[in-house]
Nanobody, 130 residues
Framework: QVQLVESGGGLVQAGGSLRLACAAS???????????MGWYRQAPGKQRELVAT???????NYAPSARGRFTITKDEAKNTVGLQMNSLKPEDTAVYYC?????????????????????WGQGTQVTVSA
């Protein structure tokens, strides 16, 4: 029911910048609200961890390693989030996954039925060379 399209990522030298973007859609259904949307990452041999997420109420969550260097933004009208990553370090190398927790109208406009979904993107590689 949910599709996430990720873009950005790539190879950059330490100290450089990259921007990730993620767009959520629900096919012919209407996304009524997004509870949380953002980014996690997973480095080889490590567990997936939070990078930054944007909350439906307007707040944000940042991992301590991301705070001050990364900035998450959202466009509610387009159901997208962006992650600007500055001052990148080799330890930021990982596959970055877009995550969304949202509500979709599974009924009709005159008889709405709201259901909640969580979904992960396919992931995009970020590599930071020393």
């Amino acid at each position: 029911q949910v599709q996430l399209v990720e873009s950005g990522g790539g190879l950059v030298q330490a100290g450089g910048s990259l921007r990730l973007a993620c767009a959520a859609s629900a096919g012919s259904r209407t996304i009524t609200s997004i509870n949380e949307m953002g980014w996690y990452r997973q480095a080889p041999g490590k567990q997936r961890e939070l990078v930054a997420t944007s909350l439906g109420g307007g707040g944000t969550n940042y991992a301590p390693s991301a705070r001050g260097r990364f900035t998450i933004t959202k466009d509610e009208a387009k159901n997208t989030v962006g992650l600007q990553m500055n001052s990148l370090k080799p330890e930021d190398t990982a596959v970055y996954y877009c995550y969304v927790d949202l509500n979709i109208n599974m009924g009709s406009w005159y008889r709405p039925v709201t259901e909640r979904f969580e979904h992960w993107g396919q992931g995009t590689q970020v590599t930071v060379s020393a």
